[in-house]
């Protein structure tokens, strides 16, 4: 899964010729690094369909304040650069991968 910053946020997920599940995250959450391996594992399964990609909060505070970034972790589905989807906490896996149609 690849990791996301404020300076390459938009050529990455606005601009993405494929729909794009963000996972926005902190080092410091426990849910967060729980979520991490469902996202490799949809990652693995949404080549070519979706692009899956990580945000960390603290590192990124721009992109997570433009998104309204309260808790983590948030995902947020973009879909042609616009928000079509916004989950926040942990999510079993098959919820995830409801909200991309797998």
């Known amino acids: 899964m690849q990791e996301v910053n404020?300076?390459?946020?938009?050529?990455?997920?606005?601009?993405?010729?494929?729909?794009?599940?963000?996972?926005?995250?902190?080092?410091?959450?426990?849910p967060c690094r729980m979520l991490g391996p469902i996202m490799d594992e949809i990652a693995d399964l949404a080549q070519g369909k979706f692009k899956i990609v990580k945000v960390n909060v603290d590192e990124s505070p721009i992109s997570a304040e433009k998104y309204g970034i309260?808790?983590?972790?948030?995902?947020?589905?973009?879909?042609?650069g616009?928000?079509?989807?916004?989950?926040?906490?942990?999510?079993?896996?098959?919820?995830?991968?409801?909200?991309?149609?797998?």
């Open 6 to 30: 404020d300076e390459n946020f938009q050529s990455e997920v606005i601009d993405s010729k494929v729909p794009v599940l963000v996972d926005f995250w902190a080092q410091w959450c426990g």
């Open 70 to 80: 309260s808790a983590v972790p948030t995902t947020i589905l973009f879909e042609n």
């Open 82 to 102: 616009n928000v079509t989807q916004t989950k926040t906490g942990l999510l079993p896996k098959n919820e995830y991968l409801k909200i991309l149609g797998l």
